[in-house]
């Protein structure tokens, strides 16, 4: 088994505030809309997006390594800008993990805008090292993701407000 974490940051110049909303409170609607290559659909299967909510996300078959994975809201700070969940079920969770989970963060910067920043902490299932170059892989993904919708909220000054 091993564990490891890999982390990121991304620079946005859009508020914190409207990323936060955008994404967390909204992100089971918006990211299928907006992603419809990736999301099928994303499902509230318990809760209303608070600390314990279970939603399943459903991807399309362009990911190639899972077709859904379940999460559990773990931490929902609003104040403070911070959003954990971990995967319980599905994705990579009895193939490749034993256990994973993410932290994001939006951090206002001075001068307007912010950052996006992130932690994916992961054990793998033992015997099982960790993919090389899937770090990367992943950071290229979730930046492309992230941009994509950045450009929607930009050339939509109104939304998440």
């Not at 564990?3 to 859009?14: A, D, F, N, Y």
């Not at 608070?50 to 859904?68: E, H, M, V």
């Amino acid at each position: 088994m091993v564990v490891g974490s890999i982390t990121h940051q991304i620079e946005s110049p859009l508020e914190a505030k409207r990323l936060w909303n955008a994404f967390v409170k909204d992100g089971h609607n918006l990211m299928p809309r907006q992603a419809p290559e990736i999301f099928s659909s994303i499902t509230l299967l318990y809760g209303d997006g608070g600390l314990g909510t279970i939603r399943q996300i459903n991807l399309t078959p362009a990911n190639k390594d899972f077709s859904y994975v379940k999460e559990r809201v773990e931490e929902v700070d609003e104040e403070k800008l911070v959003y954990r969940y971990s995967h319980v079920e599905g994705g990579l969770l009895g193939k490749r993990l034993a256990s994973n989970s993410y932290e994001f963060k939006y951090i206002p910067k001075a001068g307007g805008g912010c950052i996006c920043s992130y932690v994916i902490h992961f054990d793998t299932l033992p015997g099982i090292p960790p993919e090389e170059g899937k770090a990367k892989e992943i950071k290229q993904t979730s930046t492309a993701l992230f941009r994509k919708i950045e450009a929607y909220l930009l050339a939509n000054p109104n939304l998440y407000c």
